[in-house]
């Protein structure tokens, strides 16, 4: 990483953490981004929550402290703006691990799509507002291990010390080109993101390829999916550091019953065979003992029937869409989603107040282009 050197604070006890918040007090602004060990570790909590202000930068060992109570209710307090760059996963975490709700966003990611970067990546944006180039050596390093590794805590600090400058520039930008309201409502919806959980019976089903397979392979598939999923989990470690998803699909599709038919399979090393060979087998076993008429399928949903009235109508709402991004210098899909446009031509508006009761359609969206989504919905 370029950029001058500064000072942080490590925060890894809950006096450390208390002092902290004693410094902040309740400071106007401050910029926060999280780490977690996704990529290594069957859970992704949070590991490290990174938090600067204009006075300093501290980096706070998640598990060491014993608690963030006090810290999400100062980043609950609305007047408290917090900043992040791409906020969607850090909040959905937050929320998740330690029940958090922002107060008052302001996410520079969501910023400059709004006003029309070509690079909205925070290393693009540092580097082109800030002249930071951000190093990505750690970009997938293991933050649930202790000590860290020289460098860093460094790197994970970096994320937050530029933010605030950069969230200025954003502001800035959103100010001159007179679209802070747009952003400001999209802060709104964002700042509100919850955890969900998906149904992990159902998760084999987004298998690449999947779909292509016969019912009986499904059926493989989903127990072989549950047996990674239930190692990974045992050893905490990620998913596919136990066995890559084409790997299993491929053990669906070949259905070997024997632990000397797995050698030579694209995928697996003869170590695993030799350690989780009669594990596969057993998993594989199990899909084949299902029987016939408990086999997963996929549901096969009823296309509707043809409407070229509704076609006709949403292809002139992209001719329409597509017109004023290029106007305003947009990615169409910033601008407004093919999914509002969709639900704009069933809910076919005739006037202004119809247009209002497009759900899917933010209050700006229907400011900046509404009588061109009308007239375009009417057929003008």
Not at 14 to 32: C, F, I, K, N, S
Not at 122 to 151: H, M, N, T, V
Request: with cysteine; hydrophobic share 40%; proline share 7%.
């Amino acid at each position: 990483m370029s950029g001058e050197t500064f000072p942080i604070r490590w925060i890894d006890s809950g006096p450390a953490l208390a002092d902290l918040l004693a410094t902040l007090a309740r400071p106007p602004r401050v910029a926060v981004d999280t780490e977690a060990a996704s990529y290594h570790r069957y859970s992704d909590a949070v590991c490290l929550l990174q938090l600067s202000t204009p006075a300093l930068t501290a980096v706070i060992d998640v598990p060491r402290v014993g608690g963030l109570a006090a810290l999400g209710a100062l980043l609950a307090d609305p007047a408290v703006e917090s900043s992040f760059h791409d906020a969607d996963y850090d909040l959905r975490l937050l929320d998740r691990d330690h029940g958090w709700r922002v107060g008052r966003l302001f996410d520079t990611r969501i910023a400059a799509q709004l006003v029309g970067e070509p690079g909205i990546g925070l290393a693009a944006l540092l580097e082109k507002y800030a002249g930071i180039r951000l190093d990505k050596k750690f970009q997938r390093a293991d933050w649930s291990r202790r000590p860290l590794e020289p460098g860093m805590l460094e790197y994970a600090a970096a994320d937050t010390h530029y933010l605030l400058a950069l969230r200025d520039v954003m502001e800035a930008k959103l100010r001159e080109a007179g679209r802070l309201g747009w952003a400001e409502e999209e802060f709104g919806i964002a700042a509100q993101v919850r955890w969900e959980d998906k149904p992990a019976d159902e998760a084999y089903l987004k298998v690449k390829g999947a779909r292509l397979l016969k019912p009986r392979q499904l059926a493989i598939l989903r127990e072989l999916y549950r047996w990674r999923d239930e190692t990974a989990k045992r050893l905490d470690r990620a998913t596919f550091r136990v066995m890559n998803p084409e790997t299993l699909l491929l053990l669906a599709e070949l259905q070997p019953t024997d632990p000397a038919a797995l050698k030579g399979i694209r995928g697996l090393s003869p170590d695993q065979v030799e350690r989780r060979g009669r594990e596969l087998i057993d998993a594989i076993a199990r899909g084949l003992a299902v029987p016939e008429p408990e086999l997963p399928r996929f549901e096969r949903t009823r296309r509707p029937p043809p409407d070229p009235a509704f076609d006709a109508r949403l292809e002139r709402l992209k001719v329409a869409r597509n017109a004023a991004a290029e106007r305003l210098g947009l990615q169409p899909g910033v601008l407004c989603p093919n999914g509002t446009l969709e639900a704009t031509a069933r809910r076919e508006p005739k006037s202004v107040n119809e247009l209002q009761e497009v759900e899917e359609m933010r209050r700006w969206q229907r400011e900046v282009l509404g009588p061109e989504l009308l007239a375009a919905s009417l057929g003008g």
